[in-house]
């Protein structure tokens, strides 16, 4: 792939779910990514083989967002190969769950909360707002887009046979590494973050003692509570409550 | 120059001139969520930032950007599912964030725990209507499909940028809707305020570190290790805080 056509598709592909829907999921900007590729087939823009390309490519998909250069670099390519049209939509339908399940576990679930977590441990340290983001901005954005380069590149490297590219040990043991750093991270950015946003107290003073044992055993709460109560709905009844307390008592 | 008006009762100046800046910057940031480009300026320590800076008060967006930070720890932006939008919600609350900061440029009490609720409530509301958008955009899209079906480009790129646009509009106005309210609201509040300063912020600072303990807790818990790995490192992260002072 050349260096423009690549530059084409990534840039795109930063937007594919700009058209995300309930009945297409990511299948318009599947198509609205690999449109360029689709240019170079016999006839060019609005020729046959483009047209009949383009509707394939169109419709319902669903993929990580930032896995989806495995299937966008796949599909220009067979496209370009003009592989029969009941091949190329084979593929697109198996290739579906595992690109969203193996994103879904590396990135949101894993390399996001880690990112966070070093947010929070550089706001605990005492860095300043502009350091803060730049910093959690630099870490998750070199996965980020590092992830995507490969996946397109990958992608129109293995063409059809790009399921072996899932077999990457990033995304095959990435979760694992990635969550035994998160839970270092979560356990000294906690202590430091909370330190900090409640002005440095001296630790021994009964206001951080009083956070030091409360905390953790609203955590433990909860954890037992999972499922039958988020924690942002906790803390939303927790502080109306409080704000009313403060300002009516 | 920042137009000011003098709505409250109390004399307070409300940020009038802000409103379109609010408004633009939830907007871009709220594309980031799933449009464009999930470079996650979207997540609340970088959007309250944004929201502080505006108003001329980046550290104490930053100190409700990381209690907003702790709660969005705990839901993954997963596909279809409905979640939080944190993004345009994050920009407003670090804008409330600012009302009455300290000398230290840190949040007022009052008006860092109503940032936080209003954070809060902003990120339910934008996840409701990511939902409405999916549908608009689903709605739009089907009178278009025997064109889509048709490989016809203008149809397909057309769907794309009304998407987008359509996204940027959402973040926008529900920064505009917002913002004002929250301003006042914090104003409010934060003049009423009877509790102590450290008594306040650590109500807030626990209810909030306790969501993200959980929730790290309930993410990696089950890889090998990794219970061991952070208990240990909580109690040297504690260990820390003991020596830093």
Known sequence: ?249 | MTASVDLWRSGSEVPVGLLGPVALAAGLVGLDVVSVPQAMISRPIVGAVVGGALLGEPLAGLVCGVALECLALESLPVGASRYNEWGSASVVAGAVAAVGATEAHLPAVGALTISVVIGILAAWLGGWTMVRHRRLIARVARPRLDQMAAGDRRAVVGLQTFGIAADFLRGALLGALLFLPGYLLADAVDRRWMLGEDLSRAVVATAVAAVAAAAVWKDFHAISGTRRLFLASLAIGTAVVFLRV
């Open chain 1, 1 to 249: 792939m050349g260096v423009g056509l690549f530059l084409s598709l990534f840039l795109r592909s930063l937007a594919i779910q700009g058209a995300w829907n309930y009945e297409q999921l990511v299948g318009n900007g599947i198509g609205f990514c690999v449109e360029p590729a689709l240019r170079r087939l016999p006839g060019g823009v609005g020729g046959t083989a483009y047209r009949e390309a383009l509707a394939r490519q169109v419709a319902y998909f669903n993929t990580h967002p930032y896995l989806a250069g495995l299937a966008i670099g796949a599909l220009a390519r067979a496209e370009l190969e003009q592989v029969p049209p009941a091949r190329i939509e084979r593929f697109r339908t198996a290739l579906c769950g595992p690109l969203g399940s193996v994103g879904d576990r590396l990135v949101w679930a894993a390399w996001l909360p880690a990112c966070s977590l070093v947010a929070l441990l550089l706001f605990g340290l005492g860095l300043s707002p502009m350091a803060v983001v730049i910093g959690f901005l630099l870490v998750y954005n070199v996965g980020h887009l590092w992830l995507r380069g490969w996946a397109l590149r990958a992608g129109w490297q293995h063409g059809l046979r790009v399921a072996t590219a899932l077999g990457h040990p990033v995304l095959q043991h990435g979760p694992r590494y990635i969550g035994r750093a998160s839970a270092v991270l979560g356990g000294l950015a906690l202590p430091l973050a909370v330190h900090r946003a409640i002005g440095g107290p001296s630790p021994l003073q009964p206001i951080p003692l009083g956070v030091a044992v409360a905390t953790p055993l609203l955590a433990v709460v909860l954890v037992r509570l999972q499922g039958r109560a988020e924690g942002w709905r906790v803390v939303l009844l927790l502080l109306a409550t409080f704000v009313l307390f403060s300002v009516l008592r």
